[in-house]
């Protein structure tokens, strides 16, 4: 399989709010079993913003014990500032895993986005990967700006969660008119096929915790060049999608935990990142119809 499949993982947690780590080893597993290059852990998903240090690291350790050199791990080091997420740099690379994921912080101070981006490229001890999401931080770059990070020899690929088409083939052609190195991975699970289309490497997947079987066909299906089959799976994403977030994105985080637990994958639906009154009786039912929808594409 020539497109790389990432998983952004969701971190699972017991009832008491302590990491779930039978949980963690089932979730990795099975995605090791359903072919996943790497998986991706303190993203938006993994709610990073929502745990104190210690147990970051303990997360970081524990899943590099699981997976050994089995798959990719990426992590993230996302943090409220520069100096916060150069701090989580230095405190995770005694572990062995594969590469950092950076995302500017929201608009909090106005250093400049690319210097920031270049610091963290030069401070980093191994590849880097650039999680552009500006729904998320209002940080939009311009072409030359991303022809400066491109060429840093640390930026190991870009995140691109922007939602942009015309971003999306701007990029292809901007890496292949300068001949830039690092990976373009789609971000959005319900544009996937779209990007493998217009030259994109792989995808970068807030549901691959649930989905990495999923996934792993589309990208098959996409490396033979199987459209029709790349697009059906495509449209069974967007249906798992509306059936675990619900069409509003009422439940994203929710809604897979609780998915993932009715599967035995781990003990709770508990997050700290939303509401979990956003997981009402209505809610739990049409999550629980979804699996039984798909339950041959999931498995």
């Not at 952004?8 to 949980?23: C, H, I, M, N, Q």
């Not at 003990?267 to 700290?272: A, D, H, I, R, W």
Request: with cysteine.
């Amino acid at each position: 399989m020539s497109f790389k499949v990432y998983s952004a993982s969701v971190t699972p947690l017991l009832e008491d709010g302590s990491l779930d780590k039978r949980g963690l080893a089932n979730i990795l597993e099975r995605n090791i079993r359903h072919g996943l290059t790497g998986v991706f852990l303190l993203g938006s998903m993994g709610e990073w913003g929502s745990f104190g240090d210690d147990f970051k690291e303990d997360y970081v350790k524990t899943a590099t014990e699981i997976v050994g050199d089995r798959l990719e791990l990426l992590v993230g080091i996302n943090a409220t500032s520069l100096p916060l997420a150069i701090e989580n740099m230095k405190r995770y690379r005694q572990y062995a895993f594969d590469s950092y994921v950076f995302m500017h912080p929201g608009r909090t101070s106005s250093l400049d986005p690319v210097k920031s981006l270049l610091t963290i490229l030069d401070a980093a001890d191994r590849p880097v990967y650039f999680y552009y999401c500006p729904p998320n931080n209002n940080i939009s770059f311009t072409l030359e700006q991303f022809a400066t990070v491109m060429a840093h020899p640390n930026l190991k690929g870009i995140k691109n969660s922007s939602s942009n088409m015309w971003l999306r083939k701007e990029l292809v052609w901007l890496r292949r008119e300068r001949g830039f190195k690092p990976l373009l991975l789609e971000g959005q699970e319900w544009a996937i096929d779209e990007a493998f289309l217009v030259g994109y490497d792989g995808m970068i997947s807030g549901m691959g915790a649930l989905c990495s079987k999923i996934m792993v066909g589309l990208a098959k299906a996409a490396d033979r060049q199987d459209w029709a089959e790349a697009n059906r799976l495509q449209n069974v994403l967007i249906g798992i999608f509306h059936g675990v977030y619900g069409i509003n994105l009422t439940t994203v985080w929710s809604g897979q935990k609780y998915a993932l637990a009715r599967l035995g994958l781990c003990q709770s639906p508990l997050t700290v990142a939303q509401e979990m009154s956003t997981l009402t009786d209505e809610a739990k039912a049409r999550v629980e119809a979804c699996l039984e929808a798909y339950q041959t594409e999931l498995d």
